[in-house]
């Protein structure tokens, strides 16, 4: 069974702060795909970033960035000069290869980042 | 241009009634999900649909009938709702699974059903 662990329930800093997200994965699959959202307190859930298990290029994208390391099966998201408006909970999420028509997403249990001035 | 709408947004209701939640998609996607958000924030499948046809159906009371007119809609009833029905309702879609890849999923807004 796959099953996606962000130890971090909460965290806050202050603004300009970089701020690391964990995200560790357990699956039995070798092929596997990994996601980020973001959930504002808005309430709506926005996708980030999608991995897959065979490439293990990190990404950048503007202040985000994502690490993703198969030897300790993490996908950690980094947010650089941390802004307000990053205040959010965020999601890593799992899905397994298959050879249906529909996958599911396993959620880890959400980190709340909390951005102050 | 929304891309995966829900109504209503809030859903307020007395323990025992019906309620439906609509969600419709414009991506042209051929998969829609439901997934449930309970108080804890937790996030969790209830079930998929692709091309009207039900694929996931992971273990949700029977109370939960979700019903696809077509492929860009995928409805939400409750029957006799009960307290602990009370969370936020996302409704998804996607192109499915293709080469065995999943691909992503893009949310709707929510929909926040308090039972009372």
């Known amino acids: 069974a796959q099953k996606v662990t962000q130890a971090q329930t909460e965290i806050s800093v202050v603004e300009k702060e970089d701020v690391t997200l964990d995200c560790v994965y357990e699956?039995?699959?070798?092929?596997?795909?990994l996601f980020w959202y973001k959930q504002p307190p808005s309430g709506e859930l926005v996708f980030l970033i999608r991995?897959?298990?065979?490439?293990?290029q990190n990404e950048i994208s503007g202040r985000y960035s994502w690490n993703f390391q198969k030897s300790t099966s993490s996908f950690n998201f980094t947010i650089t000069a941390s802004q307000v408006v990053d205040s959010a909970v965020y999601f890593c999420?799992?899905?397994?290869?298959?050879?249906?028509?529909?996958?599911?997403?396993?959620f880890g249990t959400g980190t709340r980042l909390q951005v102050t001035l | 241009d929304t891309a995966v709408s829900q109504t209503p947004k809030y859903l307020v209701t007395q323990m025992g009634n019906d309620k439906s939640i609509k969600c419709e998609q414009n991506?042209?996607?051929?998969?829609m999900y439901w997934y449930k958000q309970d108080s804890k924030k937790f996030l969790k499948i209830m079930f998929s649909?692709?091309?009207?046809?039900?694929?996931i159906n992971e273990t949700v009371p029977n109370r939960f009938s979700p019903k696809s007119p077509d492929k860009a809609h995928l409805n939400l009833h409750i029957n006799s709702l009960e307290l602990g029905d009370s969370a936020v309702y996302f409704c998804?879609?996607?192109?499915?699974?293709?080469?065995?890849?999943?691909?992503?999923?893009?949310f709707g807004p929510g929909t926040r059903l308090t039972v009372l």
């Open positions: 699956t039995r699959d070798t092929t596997y795909y």
């Open positions: 991506l042209g996607h051929d998969t």
């Open positions: 998804a879609s996607s192109q499915g699974v293709i080469a065995g890849a999943p691909d992503t999923q893009y």
């Open positions: 649909y692709n091309n009207k046809e039900l694929i």
């Open positions: 999420a799992l899905s397994e290869r298959n050879t249906g028509t529909a996958s599911k997403l396993t």
């Open positions: 991995r897959n298990s065979f490439d293990e």
